[in-house]
């Protein structure tokens, strides 16, 4: 079974303190992973897709990164506009479209 | 654009009541998908569909079922409502090709409460 852990469950920043999330995975033969976005009381905006460790994907002052285990999602001097739920998820291939979902992060960044 | 439209945006429902939420896109994307939010466990997969005509169970599909009759419309019903399907419910989208699979768009959600 694909399971996806992200921690912290909640971080704290203030303005400009850069810091990382992470998102652990087990999944049988990873074809893609996934960041988004999810502000209170909406749905969840795609951020980003890595495929194969070592890729790196950038963002205004987000950046994310892969390894076989594991993709950080790096903030680079934050606002309080980045402050949001970041979600990770993965697709193991194949013909089924299914992604499983971590449990997110919820950053809050203060000015 | 509007992209995903969900229908509707919050409903308070009776116990054993029978309710259908409405889910429609207009960018032709082949997939599409229902999952539920709840506090502490996250993003659960309900119901997918690859493409038009199909249909596959995900993660939490007791309680629930879909159809897809054609590309734009997934309709999400609730045969007997009962308060544990008390949720924020997302649908979503996508292309369902090569290097835009996991490439999610979602609806605003449904909110249901079942007292």
């Known amino acids: 079974e694909d399971q996806v852990t992200q921690s912290p469950e909640a971080l704290r920043l203030q303005e400009g303190e850069s810091s990382s999330l992470n998102c652990s995975y087990t999944v049988s033969g990873l074809r893609g992973l996934f960041w988004y976005r999810q502000d209170p009381g909406k749905g969840p905006e795609f951020l980003f897709t890595?495929?194969?460790a070592g890729e790196e994907k950038e963002k205004e002052r987000l950046k994310a990164t892969l390894t076989k285990k594991e993709s950080f999602l790096h903030i680079t001097a934050p606002k309080p506009e980045d402050s949001a739920t970041y979600l990770c998820a993965v697709w193991p291939g194949g013909s089924n479209y299914k992604l499983t979902f971590g449990k997110g992060t919820l950053l809050t960044v203060n000015p | 654009i509007a992209g995903i439209t969900q229908a509707p945006t919050s409903q308070i429902l009776a116990a054993g009541r029978r309710m259908t939420l409405r889910c429609t896109q207009d960018m032709r994307h082949n997939a599409m998908y229902w999952y539920r939010q709840d506090l502490g466990l996250g993003l659960r997969l309900i119901h997918y569909?690859?493409?038009?005509?199909?249909?596959g169970k995900g993660e939490v599909p007791d309680g629930y079922s879909v159809s897809r009759a054609n590309t734009d419309d997934f309709p999400l019903t609730l045969a007997s409502a009962v308060p544990s399907q008390t949720s924020v419910y997302f649908c979503?989208?996508?292309?369902?090709?090569?290097?835009?699979?996991?490439?999610?768009?979602f609806g605003e959600g449904s909110r249901l409460t079942v007292l």
């Open positions: 979503a989208s996508s292309p369902g090709q090569g290097s835009r699979t996991g490439e999610l768009f």
């Open positions: 569909s690859n493409t038009a005509g199909t249909t």
């Open positions: 890595l495929y194969s």
